[in-house]
């Protein structure tokens, strides 16, 4: 279950915010504790309710793991990144049943945002399949599950851009606008964080060739139709990597890919993709 590709430690900052917004001070479940020997184990199955991707299984084991305070044992059927049915098992855990359903809202409600997100990557990744392009993500995230999204995100075939406004520099127009132009714009980045990458917003065709001639090697190709994409393609795709940004639907997927592009940015990755059913159902004693 150990994914080098996820943060474990802010798997475990993110878990423990989650249920302590969930258990209040003192920490408690009040209807469990009341209903619920102290004693009992059980053993529980998240299933899928709707088909989908799944992701966050890890995540939804470190849930279970600290309401049990380790006791309980969480088996992986399904993979982040599967294909799953509606009805197949993705897990089982046993452990203390308060502990079982202590977890369970806010191991669903992690678990469930992770596959709706990679859900969604899956229906992009699939609709790009045999085209040079590739969906990217964007910094429209939930406050506080950006590690977790953009894990989603690549569970489902996507690409992440960058993490947050300290790894990658991006002008955009208010940036373009207070420093007076795209070169002055570069050209202030460059020279104040050399070791940085740089991207460009661009509208038009102009302001794509202004900054490649400033030295910009990744372009963000806002809001343009398909034929002016590929116009910018021709005229600058041969220097810089291209990416198309803006009102982008999966029913204009193909277009859009098909300008040669190197990427297609998709706020709704996160923004606005809807959870994918998961349950947990003990299992009748």
Do not use: F, W
């Given at each position: 279950m150990n994914d080098p590709s996820l943060d474990l430690a802010e798997v475990e900052r993110i878990v423990l915010n989650a249920l302590?917004?969930?258990?209040?001070?003192?920490?408690?479940d009040v209807t469990s504790e009341a209903t619920i020997p102290a004693a009992q184990i059980d053993t529980a199955e998240l299933v899928a309710r709707a088909d989908g991707v799944v992701a966050g299984l890890l995540v939804a084991a470190e849930v279970f793991a600290v309401t049990s305070a380790g006791a309980a044992t969480f088996e992986a059927v399904a993979s982040d990144g599967d294909r799953v049915r509606r009805g197949d098992v993705?897990?089982?855990?046993?452990?203390p049943t308060r502990a079982l359903l202590t977890a369970e809202r806010t191991a669903?409600?992690?678990?469930?945002?992770?596959?709706?997100?990679?859900?969604?990557?899956r229906k992009w990744a699939d609709q790009l399949a045999g085209t040079k392009a590739t969906v990217l993500?964007?910094?429209?995230?939930?406050?506080?599950?950006?590690?977790?999204?953009?894990?989603?995100v690549r569970a489902g075939g996507g690409t992440n851009k960058r993490m947050g406004l300290y790894d990658v520099a991006m002008i955009k127009d208010n940036h373009k606008l207070a420093a007076g132009s795209i070169t002055a714009a570069y050209e202030l980045v460059r020279a104040t964080f050399p070791?940085?990458?740089?991207?460009?917003?661009?509208?038009?065709?102009?302001?794509?060739?202004?900054?490649?001639?400033?030295?910009?090697d990744f372009l963000l190709c806002d809001?343009?139709?398909?034929?002016?994409?590929?116009?910018?393609?021709?005229?600058?795709?041969?220097?810089?990597?291209l990416e198309a940004t803006g009102n982008l639907t999966l029913?204009?997927?193909?277009?859009?890919?098909?300008?040669?592009?190197?990427?297609?940015?998709?706020?709704?990755?996160?923004?606005?993709?809807?959870?994918?059913?998961?349950?947990?159902?003990?299992?009748?004693?």
């Open positions: 302590a917004e969930d258990l209040g001070t003192p920490a408690r993705l897990a089982v855990v046993t452990g669903l409600n992690l678990l469930c945002r992770m596959s709706g997100v990679a859900t969604h990557t993500d964007t910094r429209k995230t939930t406050p506080g599950l950006r590690v977790l999204e953009k894990y989603a070791d940085v990458a740089v991207q460009v917003e661009v509208t038009t065709l102009a302001e794509a060739e202004e900054a490649v001639a400033a030295g910009a809001n343009m139709t398909p034929e002016l994409l590929t116009e910018v393609v021709g005229a600058v795709g041969d220097r810089v990597e029913a204009t997927a193909a277009a859009y890919a098909a300008t040669g592009v190197d990427y297609l940015s998709v706020g709704g990755l996160t923004h606005s993709s809807p959870i994918l059913d998961i349950a947990l159902d003990l299992r009748p004693r």
